[in-house]
């Protein structure tokens, strides 16, 4: 072989080894770049599932603390129409109570008939009365607010007991006892109010 066959040679192989390795590079390099897209691409699938994932629990968390919230408010709404409609059985059965004791009290026929107006117009005022707090008394039941409920309970029947006193003409001694009870319950439905409310009573703040 000549010297420059050998040259020729030489410089042919050295091409082919540079080319060679240039090629295996390339490819190599190419590899990496198709890997790389095809993870990025896998991480974006994976980054959008996560997000909507996200999405999903927030709105059951929204819906969680909505549907607390309402609950709370209509329970608070209620507790409320429970307090008005015992000022509501405490103002007819006042009412009833003046009524019948101007009636009685009445000297002239003229003012009895006045009178007995107004004491049909407190009779009838009467059973509306109950069913405000009867309606409010069922509703509480819902929450399962058992010491309210009894508290309405009782407070119910003392003030029906009380009516039917009047009515009766029962004595006045018996009379004022039942008054009381109605008192008493009065109280306690408004102390179980004030607990489902979370409000705490003065004494309870002083200590």
Same mark, same amino acid.
């Not at 390339?26 to 599932?49: C, H, I, P, R, W």
């Given at each position: ?5 050998? $040259? +020729?040679?030489?410089?042919? /192989? ?5 080319? #060679? #390795?240039?090629?295996?590079? !390339?490819? =190599? &390099? &190419? #590899?990496?770049?198709? +890997?790389?897209?095809?993870?990025? =691409?896998?991480? =974006? ?7 909507? @994932? ?24 209620? %507790? ?6 015992? @000022? ?5 059965? !006042?009412?009833?109570?003046? $009524?019948?004791?101007?009636? &009685? +009290? ?23 009365? *109950? ?7 069922? %509703?509480?039941? /819902?929450?399962?607010?058992?010491? *309210?409920?009894? @508290?309405? *309970?009782?407070?119910? =029947? ?18 004022? &006892? ?13 102390? +179980? /109010? ?14």
């Amino acid at each position: 072989m000549t010297t420059i066959e050998t $040259a +020729a040679t030489i410089a042919l /192989v050295t091409i082919c080894s540079w080319l #060679g #390795g240039f090629i295996g590079t !390339y490819v =190599k &390099k &190419k #590899g990496e770049n198709l +890997a790389t897209k095809e993870d990025f =691409k896998e991480l =974006k699938a994976q980054t959008a599932e996560l997000r909507e @994932a996200a999405k999903e629990i927030e709105a059951k968390i929204d819906d969680q603390v909505w549907n607390r919230q309402r609950q709370w408010e209509l329970k608070r709404d209620t %507790l409320l129409e429970a307090i008005r409609s015992i @000022a509501l059985v405490r103002m007819a059965l !006042y009412r009833v109570i003046a $009524a019948f004791g101007a009636f &009685k +009290a009445a000297t002239t026929d003229g003012e009895r008939t006045i009178l007995r107006a107004r004491k049909n117009a407190a009779i009838h005022a009467w059973p509306d009365a *109950l069913e405000q707090i009867e309606t409010r008394r069922m %509703l509480v039941a /819902v929450f399962g607010d058992t010491n *309210l409920n009894n @508290a309405l *309970l009782s407070f119910r =029947k003392s003030s029906c007991d009380a009516y039917d006193s009047i009515t009766t003409d029962l004595p006045m001694e018996q009379f004022n &006892k039942l008054m009381e009870n109605v008192g008493r319950y009065d109280r306690e439905s408004i102390a +179980a /109010v004030r607990v489902a409310l979370g409000i705490k009573a003065e004494s309870d703040t002083e200590q």
